[in-house]
């Protein structure tokens, strides 16, 4: 009685696997309508919401939801030679705009970046391949006819080279990029425990919950889509878990956006404590920065400039510009020239009445009286000799 309690669940896993062999379209029929209907809700909320990042994942999802399109339609004996064009290319196109999607929720500027077009040299690549083979065999890879789910899940289509090159071709880049996406996931996930260290809401503890789990999942359908190389989804049990990842994949995804993402994102980088301890420290080193640069007279150097300052305070250059727009000048040259015409007025009233003003702008940093007397107006709203007249006793 228990070895046939035993034999009870191998037995239905196989049972349910011939039937989704032997009728699979509506199997990814269900898959297209999932993806199609989440990609368009969240197009929907990154449009009312005005978060550009979530298009990554709308534009996945619609994507995938293309790719179940021709396995739902075939056995209706509609031609599917289309399918040859992108699916290749599509595959591999999806795991990058899953991981922007995800990258960008690690950071504060969600903005589109010049490097990350390299994610998509893979995707660039694959569809040259693909299209110089489907111009002239698109009718050779699909033949209505001839369809067999078994043997298009296999690592080779006997009789059928070149979808098996197509498919071996776009399997291996999915292999890659699963690997090296992987690895690239691995530093968000310990940005997220250790964040999750310093939380102290509710809100920051489940938030950030979802964010593992955004990144764990992320993980394994990416070693789900990487192992369809070596062809194990002919196996009863690989098939269906693969179905069920691709369902949990779809609902986790929205409903972090749905019940998350919209309203708890500024919690990652406005009220956590990291955030705020980045701030402190940051705050920290500015007012250190201005000190040296006041108390070592740098900004009287008349030959100075951002390169020159920026070796002397001991920080990178866009670290300084950035400083300097901070502290609210417009230019490195008007920071410097406000604390030159500082030191100019303090000057001024202290010269004895036998030297003249001239004399002033060589000790306040000025390579000219010319500019000296220009940038001062401009600073003060009124000549040297205006400002010691109106101000000496």
Request: charge should be neutral.
């Amino acid at each position: 009685m228990a070895k046939k309690g035993l034999n009870l669940y191998p037995t239905l896993i196989t049972v349910i696997y011939q039937t989704l062999m032997k009728g699979a379209a509506p199997f990814f029929l269900i898959l297209l309508c999932l993806y199609l209907f989440f990609g368009i809700a969240l197009m929907a909320i990154a449009f009312f919401n005005k978060q550009r990042e979530t298009h990554y994942l709308s534009l996945s999802f619609i994507l995938r939801a293309l790719l179940y399109l021709a396995p739902s339609i075939y056995i209706y004996n509609i031609g599917i030679e289309w399918s040859v064009w992108i699916t290749g290319p599509i595959k591999v196109f999806i795991i990058p705009l899953n991981f922007l999607f995800i990258k960008t929720l690690f950071e504060e500027d969600k903005s589109w970046k010049r490097n990350d077009i390299w994610h998509f040299v893979p995707f660039f690549l694959d569809t040259i391949f693909t299209f110089v083979i489907a111009y002239s065999h698109a009718n050779d890879v699909v033949n209505n006819n001839q369809i067999d789910i078994k043997e298009a899940l296999s690592t080779v289509w006997e009789g059928n080279f070149y979808y098996t090159l197509l498919s071996f071709v776009a399997r291996v880049v999915s292999m890659g990029q699963w690997i090296i996406y992987s690895l690239l996931t691995i530093p968000l996930i310990r940005s997220v425990i250790h964040t999750q260290k310093l939380v102290l809401s509710q809100i920051n503890f489940n938030y950030i919950n979802w964010l593992k789990g955004i990144t764990y999942l992320f993980i394994v359908m990416g070693l789900f889509e990487g192992m369809a190389i070596f062809g194990i989804y002919n196996h009863p049990l690989a098939s269906l878990s693969m179905f069920l990842v691709l369902i949990i994949y779809a609902f986790y995804f929205f409903l972090f956006v749905v019940l998350y993402y919209t309203e708890s994102d500024k919690f990652m980088f406005e009220n956590n404590p990291a955030a705020i301890e980045s701030g402190v420290k940051e705050e920290e080193e500015n007012c250190e920065c201005l000190k040296r640069f006041i108390e070592q007279g740098i900004f009287l150097n008349p030959d100075l400039n951002l390169q020159k300052a920026a070796t002397q305070l001991g920080i990178p250059k866009y670290k300084l510009t950035q400083f300097v727009h901070e502290e609210g000048h417009a230019s490195f040259y008007s920071f410097v020239n406000f604390y030159r015409v500082e030191k100019s007025k303090a000057l001024l009233l202290t010269i004895p009445d036998c030297q003249v003003i001239e004399s002033v702008f060589r000790d306040s940093g000025f390579n000219s009286r010319s500019t000296f007397f220009r940038v001062f107006k401009e600073f003060t709203g009124e000549t040297p000799g205006h400002y010691l007249h109106n101000n000496k006793a």
